[in-house]
T-cell receptor, first 117, second 116 residues
Framework: AQKITQTQPGMFVQEKEAVTLDCTYD???????LFWYKQPSSGEMIFLIY??????QNATEGRYSLNFQKARKSANLVISASQLGDSAMYFC??????????????FGQGTELSVKP | NAGVTQTPKFRVLKTGQSMTLLCAQD?????MYWYRQDPGMGLRLIHY???????AKGEVPDGYNVSRLKKQNFLLGLESAAPSQTSVYFC???????????????FGAGSRLTVL
């Protein structure tokens, strides 16, 4: 079973509008972390935002926020005021807390976001 | 501060050839990882290391070997390359600790491998 599911292979958004990228996860751990990474066409992986399972507030980093709904096991990324430079592949990832030697990250399949001028 | 450096960036191999990908980090990180990225499949963990002299298997280890003789280096080897190993390979590292900062992986720029 997929531990991280991103159901939107591709999305379009108009410049300056907000966009939500979906991510659902599956774990029986109480302690875990959720991450979003951006991969532009140049190929590097850029860390965007982190949410711990015990964090009560949704994480925010500039124009990025993570809409964390624990009961629904979702960790959607919200990008406000989209810019052309936001066009990229976005990956959701999870680190489970227990029985996870090395603290490995599990990645979703990715969502390709295209920002239209 | 170079971060995580992968060499080579590109390589074309013939089926059956061998090669080694080198990952070097200068951040004194304990943990290092090798992932492969394939279209529609995200990143999948091949092998990882929790410290110098240690290695462990990830999700897709078959056909690969690794070594971590020095803390700063993590080598990924293909003994007999197959077309199914055509992929983009990413190395990553992170420090230990329970704080959110320690949780963040730092990635290399990737190595694109084509096996003909």
């Amino acid at each position: 079973a997929q531990k991280i599911t991103q159901t939107q292979p591709g999305m379009f958004v108009q410049e300056k509008e907000a966009v939500t990228l979906d991510c659902t996860y599956d774990t029986s751990d109480q302690s875990y972390g959720l991450f979003w990474y951006k991969q532009p066409s140049s190929g590097e992986m850029i860390f965007l935002i982190y949410q711990g399972s015990y964090d009560e507030q949704n994480a925010t980093e500039g124009r990025y926020s993570l809409n964390f709904q624990k009961a629904r096991k979702s960790a959607n990324l919200v990008i406000s005021a989209s810019q052309l430079g936001d066009s990229a592949m976005y990956f959701c990832a999870m680190r489970e807390g227990r029985y996870n030697p090395g603290g490995k990250l599990i990645f979703g399949q990715g969502t390709e976001l295209s920002v239209k001028p | 501060n170079a971060g995580v450096t992968q060499t080579p960036k590109f390589r074309v191999l013939k089926t059956g050839q061998s090669m080694t990908l080198l990952c070097a980090q200068d951040m004194n990180h304990e943990y290092m990882y090798w992932y492969r990225q394939d279209p529609g499949m995200g990143l999948r963990l091949i092998h990882y290391s929790v410290g110098e002299g240690t290695t462990a298997k990830g999700e897709v280890p078959d056909g690969y070997n690794v070594s971590r003789l020095k803390k700063q280096n993590f080598l990924l080897g293909l003994e007999s390359a197959a077309p199914s190993q055509t992929s983009v390979y990413f190395c990553a590292s992170r420090r230990t600790g329970a704080t959110s900062g320690a949780n963040v992986l730092t990635f290399g720029a990737g190595s694109r491998l084509t096996v003909l």
